[in-house]
């Protein structure tokens, strides 16, 4: 174990404060005006910078993560971008409620920005207050970890402080902020702005500056650029494939919420689906469906082929054309076998996207619940008296599911699958937890009521969501009535 380090001791190594001032507009954030007090606090993140979780008792804590201190070594800044918001270029948007406090370089070498979330006005605030309400920063803050525990590549939580400051939405509610972390925040949009601009040495600073921190193996490589599309792409078809086959929509996939490190980023009106719905829009703004669900994988690429063209200047159409190019491969390939791992299937074969489409096809047709579905096919008996009934009783069609299910029996045979060991090795890939809308929404309830047991309780379970724990069942299950349909917009 790393030596644990204070506030005080944390090493900052402030990269993208040494990049030109163009790039970003320094400053500070703004204290709230009533005292800020610690929500919630994430030693699984603490870890990461090593920071001792004993800072977190002190008053300064609060102070430091809720924008009324800063730790020695912090250079705040609001980053510049620009981004396709709805498919409309907006040329210029920015931080205009988050500010980058400072990086941190941890005792392995890694560097991790902390963002302060709901950190008051920027340059870049536009209409808006520079604040998060409580509502929307818990749901950032525990989704983060969500998807950290599901093993999709996100944003980290650090932190969420609240203050009784007033904010003003459709209603009244209070503020708070949440720290997250991640080794850059740099996002399509970033590139976007110089290229649109036209400001093209900043555009190659840029890259070079990306390049070098986050893909130094392609540092100094005369084809660098294209690479580098490239492994945006890689990792960004592989990020959507595991939102697809985890049943999660981002809601607001305009550019200037893509990582360039494909990373989730952004936590906005976010959705896990209950009931399996392949045009489930979870954004109640998005009227017609542009980030819908089954769009994302599409999205990915239309978002992608913007960071191409950004890159023009520096690299050859048809090259940055050819890296665009592999996405549909990555992205099918890793969507099949996520897939295949959540059916327990070993092998590879060539009807098994049939079984998949059909299977998805039946799930959509009784709107079964996805999570509870894919989590309780680990108990499919491959027996020949099985009925499975359990699984059979959730399908309107029963006749058609036990079709669907004699195939899928031949097939697991066919492998020589044995119950118990598929079993084991489909609850490592298929959550029993997931952060369904009602069950962020009674933390939330609860958490304006300055009780907070609940975050606590969801974090924990979602942490480790694959791991039943004794007394948690309810976590586990479908919505009931009230929480089917919670609403949920842009407004945060
Ligand atoms: P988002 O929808 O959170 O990704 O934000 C889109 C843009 O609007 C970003 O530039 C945000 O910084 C900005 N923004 C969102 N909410 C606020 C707010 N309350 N105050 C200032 N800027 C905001
Ligand atoms: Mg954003």
């Known amino acids: 174990m790393a030596d644990r380090r204070t506030l005080e001791g944390l090493t900052f190594d402030n990269s993208y404060a ?53 730790a020695p070594g912090m250079d705040p800044l609001a980053m510049l971008y620009a981004g396709h918001q709805f498919g409309i270029y907006v040329p210029q948007l920015g931080d205009g409620r988050a500010i980058l406090l400072g990086e941190v370089l941890d005792s392995r070498g890694e560097r991790w920005d902390l963002h302060l979330k709901g950190a008051g006005m920027t340059p870049f605030s536009r209409d808006g207050d520079g604040r998060s309400v409580l509502r929307s920063a818990v749901r950032e803050y525990l989704c983060c970890e969500a998807m950290h525990g599901l093993g999709i590549p996100t944003t980290r939580a650090l932190s969420l402080v609240g203050s009784d400051d007033k904010v003003y939405r459709e209603q009244v509610e209070t503020a708070a902020a949440i720290v997250r972390m991640a080794p850059s925040h740099v996002r399509f949009g970033t590139f976007e702005i110089f290229y649109y601009r036209k400001q093209h040495d900043y555009l190659r600073q840029l890259a070079d500056y990306v390049v070098d921190l986050h893909y130094p193996d392609l540092a100094g490589l005369p084809d660098r650029y294209v690479r580098f599309l490239g492994a ?4 960004t078809a592989k990020l959507i494939a595991a939102w697809q086959a985890v049943g999660w929509s981002h809601g607001v996939l305009n550019t200037d919420n893509m990582s360039i490190l494909g990373l989730t980023l952004d936590y906005g009106p976010y959705g896990f689906m209950d009931d399996y719905d392949p045009g489930f829009i979870c954004n109640h703004s998005d009227h017609n469906g542009r980030y819908a669900f089954n769009q994302q994988p599409y999205i ?36 099949r076998r996520l897939m295949r ?32 579905f894919f989590r309780e096919l680990g108990m499919f008996s491959t027996a020949d008296d099985a009925s499975n009934e359990r699984l059979r009783e959730q399908f309107l069609n029963r006749e058609r ?72 069942m309810s976590y586990a299950a479908a919505p009931p009535n009230w929480g089917k349909h919670i609403a949920v917009s842009c407004s945060s």
């Open 300 to 335: 990915g690429l239309w978002n992608l082929s913007c960071l191409a063209q950004t890159l023009l200047p520096l690299a050859e159409k048809d090259d940055l054309k050819a890296a665009l190019d592999t996405y549909q491969g990555t992205f099918d390939h890793e969507y």
């Open 18 to 70: 040494r990049l030109p001032g163009i790039f970003y507009a320094k400053v500070h954030p703004t204290p709230f005006t009533l005292p800020p007090h610690l929500i919630h606090f994430n030693r699984a993140a603490a870890d990461l910078i090593d920071l001792d979780p004993q800072e977190a008792g002190r008053p300064e804590f609060a102070g430091v993560f809720g924008g009324s201190l800063l």
């Open 401 to 472: 599911f036990d079709a669907w299910a004699r195939r899928y029996r031949d097939r697991l045979r066919a492998e020589g699958s044995r119950d118990a060991e598929r079993r084991e090795r489909m609850d490592r890939v298929n959550p029993l937890y997931v952060l369904r809308n009602y069950l962020a929404q009674a933390a939330i309830e609860k958490a304006q009521q300055k009780d907070y047991s609940e975050i606590d309780r969801l974090l924990q379970l979602l942490q480790d969501p694959f791991t039943e724990r004794p007394g948690m």
């Open 232 to 235: 945006v792409v890689a990792r």
């Open 341 to 372: 791992g959540k059916m327990g299937l070993r092998e590879e074969r060539d009807d098994d996207t049939d079984l998949l489409q059909d299977l998805l096809g039946l799930l959509a047709g009784s709107r079964v619940d996805y999570t509870i």
